[in-house]
């Protein structure tokens, strides 16, 4: 069975920092694109911040800009996303999805159609509060 595995997250002052990492079971997330998501209580479900499958290319939300940084490690087999002086705005279940390769899309990710990923992990919890 395919999945997906977030952790990291929990309870952070404001102003600091956390990673959450995102692994698979059942396959290898080497060419797959991935993106991580956040959802707030009483709001949609947005994107904050993808990788392409090659690794070359990443995009952010603009509220993360500066902040936030994606990352893959292929020896780990893991996608990371570091977060720094984090805001109590930030405060969400995180996911982590991945869109199977596609050949012509390896250097791409796209950040605004949650639709085109496969796979979605069961979300971590991320609390910014004093």
């Known amino acids: 069975q395919l999945q997906l595995v977030e952790s990291g997250g929990g309870l952070v002052q404001p102003g600091g920092f956390t990673r959450l990492s995102c692994a698979a079971s059942?396959?290898?997330?080497?060419?797959?694109?991935i993106g991580w998501f956040r959802q707030a209580p009483g709001k949609e479900r947005e994107g904050v911040a993808c990788i392409s499958g090659s690794g070359g290319s990443t995009n952010y939300t603009d509220a993360v800009k500066g902040r936030f940084t994606i990352s893959r490690d292929s020896a780990k087999d893991t996608v990371y996303l570091q977060m720094n002086s984090l805001k109590p705005e930030d405060t969400a279940v995180y996911y982590c999805a991945a869109m199977e390769p596609v050949l012509l899309l390896l250097r791409l990710c796209i950040l605004n159609e949650q639709t085109v990923y496969d796979y979605w992990g069961q979300g971590t919890q991320v609390t910014v509060s004093s």
């Open positions: 059942g396959f290898t997330l080497d060419y797959y694109a």
